[in-house]
């Protein structure tokens, strides 16, 4: 499985931003799937995760203004910013890993290459 993110780019602060997860094949039915964030000079830290079946989990990163959904017929991951502020601007990667969702960035072994996220005042 490969993954390749998408819809990054600018954003005036309090906006929106939706960035897209694709995954390469349908084998992605069976992966959880996480997206992290890591600022210049901070470490990764997760913002939300999606589970094979559709559970989601939110890290307070970013809850209450994040959506995370899946669409398992076209193989991608949506994950729906809102009220953007500059403290959301980072490189923002999926991950997935079998099944479960976890936080812990090293139990995923399969990484999009990053989409970057830029928010102006």
């Known amino acids: 499985l490969q993954l390749a993110e998408s819809g990054g780019g600018l954003v005036q602060s309090g906006g929106s931003l939706g960035l897209s997860c694709a995954a390469s094949?349908?084998?992605?039915?069976?992966?959880?799937v996480a997206w992290f964030r890591q600022a210049p000079g901070k470490a990764r830290e997760a913002v939300s995760c999606?589970?094979?079946?559709?559970?989601?989990e939110y890290t307070d990163a970013m809850k209450g203004r994040v959506r995370i959904s899946r669409d398992n017929v076209k193989n991608t991951v949506t994950l729906q910013m809102n009220n953007l502020g500059p403290e959301d601007a980072a490189v923002y990667y999926c991950?997935?890993?079998?099944?479960?969702?976890?936080?812990?960035?090293?139990?995923?072994?399969?990484w999009g290459q990053g989409t970057q996220v830029i928010v102006f005042s």
């Open positions: 991950a997935a890993r079998l099944y479960t969702c976890v936080f812990d960035s090293h139990e995923y072994h399969i």
């Open positions: 094949d349908s084998t992605f039915d069976y992966y959880a």
């Open positions: 999606i589970t094979s079946r559709d559970f989601t």
